[in-house]
């Protein structure tokens, strides 16, 4: 069965700051892909980025960059210099050939202080 | 504009009566979802379709019912066996099956409280 764990439930920075989201999955497949998510306070979720299985090389866009490592099961995410706006709920979230809709963790609250 | 769109955004059932939340997409997605969001907590996956007049319980389908008559619509009706209906309901598409490495877009949700 697929799980995502995102084990931080709520992280508070002030502006400017790095942080770095944390999420573990589990999947039997060898093939499957992982996502991250956005939701501000008005509910809708915006995909950010995604990976899948056969490919580690990791990204950097403007701000935000992501590590993937299949040997610890892990999909992180990093905010570097954080704003204001980039205060919302984040989701990791696994889709592989076993269930094809998505499998979502609980979430990371980020609050990003002025 | 491409989109999801779910309707009503706040909807509020009395205990004992069913309601359909409506959800349409104009993306030509295969591929419609049905999540629910309980505060402080992730998405839950209710039903998912990955094609017209088919359709997969998820893992809380308990007191939910779906329909997929058309690739557009995906209505969910939450019934009177649903025990704690109140939440936050969440209609996400894909283009299907064959394209897992394809992003889902989601709706801006429908949030009903049973008064």
């Known amino acids: 069965a697929q799980k995502v764990t995102q084990a931080q439930t709520e992280i508070s920075v002030v502006e400017k700051e790095d942080v770095t989201l944390d999420c573990v999955y589990e999947t039997r497949d060898t093939t499957y892909y992982l996502f991250w998510y956005k939701q501000p306070p008005s509910g809708e979720l915006v995909f950010l980025i995604r990976?899948?299985?056969?490919?580690?090389q990791n990204e950097i866009s403007g701000r935000y960059s992501w590590n993937f490592q299949k040997s610890t099961s892990s999909f992180n995410f990093t905010i570097t210099a954080s704003q204001v706006v980039d205060s919302a709920v984040y989701f990791c979230?696994?889709?592989?050939?076993?269930?094809?809709?998505?499998?979502f963790g609980s979430g990371t609250r980020l609050q990003v202080q002025p | 504009d491409g989109g999801i769109t779910q309707s009503p955004k706040y909807l509020f059932r009395k205990e004992g009566q069913n309601v359909t939340l409506s959800c349409e997409q104009n993306l030509n997605h295969d591929a419609m979802y049905w999540y629910r969001q309980d505060p402080g907590q992730g998405l839950r996956l209710i039903y998912y379709s990955q094609i017209v007049n088919d359709f997969q319980k998820g893992d809380i389908a308990e007191g939910y019912s779906v329909s997929r008559e058309k690739k557009e619509s995906f209505p969910l009706t939450v019934t009177s066996a649903q025990k704690n209906p109140t939440a936050f309901y969440l209609c996400?598409?894909?283009?299907?099956?064959?394209?897992?490495?394809?992003?889902?877009?989601f709706g801006q949700g429908t949030r009903l409280t049973v008064v």
């Open positions: 996400a598409s894909s283009m299907g099956a064959g394209r897992m490495n394809t992003e889902a877009f």
């Open positions: 979230a696994l889709r592989d050939t076993g269930r094809r809709a998505l499998t």
């Open positions: 990976r899948n299985s056969f490919d580690e």
